[in-house]
């Protein structure tokens, strides 16, 4: 969390394909928060929460030149066993490279490898971000690093390039690989449902390329999202896939950070009309 309103800095590949994802502080905190800015490139991402605390505990993100070799650092990351508490490991600089396509410097740390523990801070005897922790996947595709290698992200590109880009919305996801995990034939025809109607955001009509949202929720399973960009005619047309896994779910649209009053269904092969009316900002 790198400002206190609820910014969120982590790193991108593992956050699947919705505009939200689930978060969870040191100090216990749970939500949800918006995707404002994602580059699976760099496997890196920024997330502002929804409904926010008054105001969180925060990490500076320090703008100071990659650590020095041999300098000590306090590793955090999270994992699912341990619940709100972080995990904390010694961390040293062992090397140090640099991406020239990017200009992106990494440096490799002397540190446990664990699963999970992507996206950790690596944290400076001041309490500073200096690094945040890469995923395996991530340099190898780089060509950077080897199996079991422990590397990160420096600090002073985060915070001069990368977050200011990502703040100005910016999102590249990577096509996730093919694989036969939903437990439908993948030689069938999928199913879809078509929602269709008026939108209105404050009142009024939405502004060109506004994007509205369908939530797909069903108790015990993950949700579903999808989205739709909207013309300035304040009309929407939304044809989504269907999967039996989420049969008769209930169906919430959002636009920016708004929910809308309206709920439906998800049903396999319906047309439903359904008018969507959202808060103003």
Not at 184 to 197: C, H, K, Q, R
């Amino acid at each position: 969390m790198i400002e206190s309103s609820g910014l969120i800095l982590t790193t991108s590949i593992n956050l699947g394909g919705a505009p939200v994802a689930d978060f969870l502080t040191a100090e216990g905190a749970v939500g949800q928060a918006w995707v404002i800015g994602r580059d699976d490139r760099m496997d890196v991402a920024l997330l502002q929460v929804i409904d926010p605390h008054p105001e969180y505990a925060t990490i500076e993100v320090a703008s100071l030149p990659p650590p020095r070799l041999d300098e000590d650092f306090a590793a955090l990351f999270f994992l699912a066993e341990t619940g709100t508490k972080p995990n904390i490991r010694n961390a040293r600089v062992i090397g140090a490279v640099q991406d020239l396509s990017t200009g992106t410097r990494y440096f490799q740390i002397q540190a446990i490898s664990e699963t999970g523990a992507e996206g950790g801070a690596l944290i400076d005897t001041d309490g500073r971000l200096r690094g945040l922790r890469m995923t395996e996947a991530q340099m190898l595709k780089l060509g950077f690093g080897r199996a079991g290698e422990t590397w990160a992200m420096s600090s002073d590109v985060l915070i001069n390039v990368i977050v200011p880009d990502l703040q100005t919305g910016v999102v590249e996801i990577l096509p996730l690989s093919s694989s036969a995990t939903s437990g439908e034939d993948p030689g069938a025809p999928p199913g879809f449902v078509i929602y269709s109607g008026t939108v209105t955001i404050g009142g009024e009509v939405p502004s060109q390329q506004s994007r509205i949202y369908a939530r797909v929720i069903k108790s015990g399973l993950p949700d579903l999202w999808f989205s739709q960009p909207l013309d300035t005619s304040g009309e929407y047309v939304m044809v989504i896939n269907y999967r039996k896994t989420h049969a008769k779910a209930t169906v919430e649209f959002w636009a920016g950070m708004k929910r809308a009053t309206q709920v439906t269904s998800y049903l396999p092969f319906d047309h439903i009309e359904v008018s969507l009316t959202f808060a103003g900002e």
